[in-house]
């Protein structure tokens, strides 16, 4: 098992979340998410973020949940074989009409008209 921090500082989780080079934008940035989103607050006794928290935030955020296949967010999706609507034992209904685009030879229809004129 690797050794990996649990708590990080602001700096490491900046550069983790962001990137090197966008790195600078943090403060700004989790000011806005502590505020209004939620955002996982600094450990008062640790002094750093709990960085599972931050990712399983972001996850939930980014509704991650929702897109990883083999992960169940406990919400039943409509697609989901076996479940929501069952299966009609009426027989399948002709749903579409096939329509001919025609050929690139004429028609007697199209021929008729084009000697008419």
Known sequence: ????????????????????????????IVRVLERDRGFPPINSVIGMRYWPGVVKWF?????????SPGRHSGKELPCQPGR????????????????????????????DTNQAS
Not at 4 to 13: F, K, M, N, P
Not at 59 to 67: A, F, G, M, N
Not at 86 to 110: D, F, M, N
């Open 59 to 67: 996850e939930q955020y980014e509704k991650v949940d929702s897109l």
């Open 84 to 111: 929501g609507r069952r299966a009609s034992s009426a027989k399948p209904t002709k749903t579409a009409q096939i329509v001919s685009l025609g050929s690139r030879a004429q028609t007697s229809e199209s021929s």
């Open 1 to 28: 098992m690797s050794e990996q921090a649990l708590y990080l500082s602001e700096g490491e989780i900046a550069r983790r979340v962001l990137g090197k080079a966008h790195a600078e934008a943090w403060p700004d």
